[in-house]
């Protein structure tokens, strides 16, 4: 490779006078950020909203979820502790969305774990080692990613008698890290042609160390994001499933309760309070995740900020 | 007379406050000379250069004026400046090797730059493909992506493209920074060239490289820190400096004949004021061995000899 | 007295899709480096000069030919043995603040050296160590310690990083552009850090394409041209009595303070041009299909022009 062309000479001397004078470290100027950042808060609080109900839910409810009982169609009021109504067969919808949104955060977490995990093993290493590996890397993530999911899951779903959640979430990570891999071993390429790899290498450190000490900490903000984004990947994806009767076998979940209110015809009757909660539910985490990555971003990358 | 600036004051916002980059510069540029304008980093030449042409989101025009060829240029008003950038006054910016889109052909570019100023690509054709054969670049290139382009052939197209419309003033900011030596001289000569050819009336060069400015300019004006300190005829500057910082400058340059072991070389200690509270009066005066009470009040520029200025107490 | 010796080194890169082309970088370059002395590799770019600055700081695999170490072959190490190579050579490279990981302090090099190197130190020895080789390159500790990559200056962020190599008692060191990102005024001063450091005796590689501050600073001088040697010796002959018609044109287009640019001569023009498609001596630095290293021995010989100046036969 021919050497880098003379550089400007005079970019290493730009370093702003700005950031030279500037008061605060690096940290508290992130949080400065982001307690004015509109985005990040308010996507933050209804996150925390919604997990605070998820946590709690599920012991306030008055009756188990998948209980039949004998109060049929009744819309949302206090007598028995009915909150949200009930179903068709008597179930308490509270109780239900309450446990259906705890669920979600777990299969989103496990889920969005999962994939994080192997979209950084694979993204770090096809980046880093570059050549060979990554061609081979490569091959690997796109016919993970061409491989059609929803076949893929009829043809699992016709072997296992019974699904949980652990099964769902495991599909889910298993199935969603290629974009993740791919995005992680582009930020790994512009990463390891910086100098101080080079340095960290001729300081005697190895390849593993100069990965997780040296470039995964440039990329902290980068790889929280992405698994935000997983995160709210994840629960889509898992309502989906759900909607269409692919869900866990033995629980009740937002995109199940959507699944059996429309097979009940709850939308002709008029029963409202049987599939806006879990919709309302679905939509605004999901929603609040993103628009909070958004805010994000602008903490993260300060050439976002307003001045 | 070409361009005048008269007390040019632009800002930099910041979190912090304003950075004073430039603060009061007064100097003009005369028909068909050739103006270097050098200094170190963050002595506000880029700002200046920059600011008779496009303010970026950062940049707040303070005070001033700037007029070429007797007209004023609205340098505050982005729009305002429409009708006189490319036409008036244009730019070779910093790092127009990469400021040309790759996934566009050159000939694409120009046409859309043309148009977008009220002129006719197809009319422009001839000019342009003689001006490409007169800098030494095969009219072929239009055809072509960016990529396929050396570094100096870049550099020299976005040079013919920017004087397409014959502009009063050229700026051209750091354009031989990137450069290997070869084409240094090549594209050093070319934008000589320009001037000869009557492509552009006046060309203020941007660069910290002074020997490149005495082969090409006939003026050099030096900056430090916001300020001007010295202008001269680039013989002038170089052999018979009158401003301190002039002088320990030129002693600081290595050249082809300079060993180590016959004769060092010795550097300016300290480094420049910050520019968000500068100092007041002289700014070099904290790294100045001539430094005096006086300077603590800015030293005018002022005329000291037949189109040399300084700015130092010493001298006037 | 140690040696680094850079023997018939050629450096082959593969490209396109699965690696089916080749380019050939750098061609059977040879040339020593001795204790006290600086030895400047000058060509513009393209040259391979910073390739072979990173084959011998072992960032970047040899293809053919070897590098020594007082006779010990350094392309072959592993493990600990690069890592107290590394003991002997260290690096410096063109722009300070990409050497800097931007989100830990400056002074993390130090401890990366540290933890490596010295980790059962007591922390007060290491201080005064630290001190000692702050002071040794002209900065105050005060001032650079503790503090984040940009809130330094280019200048201080290289000199840091030579007192970073100094630390650990290094015999040659590897200095890769690392003035041109600088301030003039900063520029000198690290030039002259060089200077010093050489009389103390550590061997110094310079890389630049600045034939002015290879003629200021160095002993030796390499000019290469498309990765091979073209003129080599003692500077003040490759600089005073040039042979090679490259090295002429490159002296007579530096940009000089008291001289103007004169007009290459038509002849040296020609020859110049020819050297583009030359003798198969000098080839081209394209990307060939199958093997672009040419069979062992056929190579532009280098001529003795004088004692200690060769230059390449055209």
């Known amino acids: 490779m021919s050497s880098t062309p003379v550089a400007g000479p005079l970019a290493a001397e730009k370093a702003p006078t700005p950031a030279a004078a500037s008061r605060w470290s690096g940290t508290q100027e992130s949080i400065h950020f982001a307690l004015r950042n509109r985005k990040l808060v308010f996507g933050l609080s209804v996150t925390l909203v919604m997990l605070l109900f998820a946590l709690i839910g599920p012991w306030i409810a008055q009756h188990p979820p998948l209980e039949y009982g004998g109060d049929l169609y009744w819309a949302p009021t206090t007598r028995n502790g009915h909150w949200f109504g009930t179903t068709m067969l008597g179930q308490d919808v509270f109780a239900q969305f309450a446990t259906g949104l705890r669920l979600l955060f777990i299969v989103g977490a496990l889920a969005g774990g999962i994939a994080a995990s192997i979209g950084m093993v694979v993204g770090f290493t096809a980046g880093y080692r570059g050549g060979f590996v990554d061609d081979m890397l490569n091959m690997l993530t796109n016919v993970v990613l061409v491989i059609p999911t929803f076949a893929l899951l009829l043809v699992i779903a016709a072997y296992l008698q019974v699904r949980g959640i652990m099964t769902e979430a495991i599909f889910i990570g298993l199935t969603s890290w290629p974009w993740a891999a791919r995005a992680l071993r582009a930020q790994t390429f512009s990463l390891v042609s910086r100098d101080f790899v080079d340095m960290a290498r001729m300081s005697g450190r190895n390849s593993r160390q100069i990965i997780f000490k040296e470039i995964a900490p440039n990329m902290s903000s980068y790889l929280f994001m992405m698994f935000i984004l997983l995160f709210g990947g994840a629960v889509l994806i898992a309502a989906t499933l759900d909607f269409i009767g692919l869900g866990p076998s033995n629980t009740i979940s937002l995109g199940m309760m959507m699944q059996l209110s429309v097979q009940n015809a709850a939308l002709q009757l008029h029963m409202w309070w049987w599939f806006i909660p879990p919709g309302l539910a679905i939509m605004l985490i999901v929603g609040s995740l993103y628009v909070m990555n958004v805010g994000l971003d602008e903490v993260f990358n300060p050439k976002l900020r307003e001045l | 007379m070409s361009l005048l600036v008269d007390d040019l004051k632009v800002y930099y916002r910041t979190l912090a406050g304003d950075v004073h980059a430039l603060d009061g510069v007064t100097f003009s540029v005369a028909d068909g000379e050739i103006m270097g304008l050098a200094g170190e980093s963050g002595c506000g030449k880029s700002t200046l250069g920059n600011s008779l042409i496009r303010f970026d989101a950062r940049m707040r025009y303070v005070g001033g004026h700037a007029t070429i060829d007797g007209t004023e240029l609205p340098v505050w008003d982005t729009d305002a400046m429409n009708g006189f950038r490319f036409r008036t006054v244009s730019i070779v910016p910093q790092y127009a090797m990469s400021a040309l889109n790759p996934t566009r052909r050159i000939g694409d570019l120009v046409a859309d730059l043309l148009k977008a100023h009220g002129m006719h690509p197809k009319k422009e054709l001839p000019e342009l493909r003689r001006r490409l054969e007169l800098v030494g670049l095969d009219p072929a290139v239009l055809g072509m992506f960016p990529m396929e382009l050396s570094g100096g052939m870049k550099q020299r197209t976005v040079m013919v493209i920017s004087t397409l419309m014959n502009p009063s003033v050229l700026i051209a900011d750091e354009i031989t920074s990137a450069l290997d030596v070869s084409t240094q001289k090549a594209v050093g000569e070319t934008l000589v060239g320009f001037r000869d050819r009557g492509f552009v009336k006046s060309l203020i060069v941007i660069t910290h490289d002074l020997s490149i400015l005495y082969q090409i300019a006939d003026t050099i004006l030096i900056m430090y820190a916001g300020h001007l300190a010295e202008k001269a005829s680039g013989e002038t500057i170089i052999s018979s400096p009158r401003h301190p910082y002039t002088k320990a400058l030129i002693s600081s340059l290595p050249e082809v004949g300079i060993r180590y072991a016959e004769k060092k070389l010795t550097g300016i200690p300290g480094t420049p004021p910050g520019l968000l509270d500068p100092p007041a009066g002289c700014r070099f005066h904290d790294r100045c061995p001539l430094a005096s009470p006086k300077c603590l009040e800015k030293p005018p520029f002022v005329e000291v000899d037949d189109g040399h200025f300084v700015a130092c107490w010493e001298e006037t | ?314």
């Open chain 3, 1 to 314: 007295m140690p040696l680094l010796k850079v023997d018939r080194v050629s450096k082959v890169y593969k490209v396109g899709a699965f690696g089916g082309k080749e380019l050939l970088a750098v061609r059977d370059v040879s040339f020593e480096v001795k204790p006290g002395e600086v030895t400047s590799l000058i060509g513009e770019s393209g040259s391979g000069k910073s390739t072979i600055g990173k084959m011998i700081l072992r960032l970047s695999p040899v293809t053919r030919g070897t590098i020594t170490l007082d006779g010990v072959d350094v392309s072959a190490l592993k493990g600990r043995g690069l890592k107290s190579y590394y003991r002997t050579t260290q690096g410096v490279f063109q722009d300070p603040f990409s050497s800097y990981n931007p989100i830990f302090k400056a002074d993390r090099v130090f401890n990366l050296i540290r933890s490596s190197y010295f980790s059962g130190m007591d922390t007060p020895t290491w201080q005064s160590k630290v001190a000692a080789s702050l002071e040794a390159v002209a900065l105050d500790p005060v001032q650079v310690l503790n503090k984040f990559p940009h809130q330094l200056s280019g200048g201080q962020l290289q000199r840091l990083l030579i007192a970073r190599a100094l630390l650990l008692d290094i015999e040659f060191l590897v200095a890769d552009e690392i003035i041109s990102m600088l301030d003039a005024s900063t520029r000198i001063d690290v030039l002259n850090l060089l200077g010093e450091l050489k009389e103390r005796g550590l061997g110094i590689v310079f890389i630049t394409h600045d034939l002015s501050l290879g003629n200021y600073i160095s002993e030796k001088t390499v000019i290469l041209r498309r990765g091979c040697i073209v003129e080599m010796g003692a500077t003040e002959k490759v600089f005073g009595n040039p042979q090679h018609p490259y090295t002429k044109m490159l002296l007579a287009s530096v940009p000089q303070l008291h001289s103007k640019w004169e007009e290459l001569e038509p002849e040296l023009k020609a020859q110049v041009a020819e050297l583009a498609e030359g003798p198969a001596a000098l080839q081209q630095h394209v990307a060939v299909d199958g093997d672009a290293l040419p069979p062992e021995g056929e190579t532009a010989e280098l001529v003795e022009v004088e004692p200690d100046h060769y230059a390449a036969v055209v």
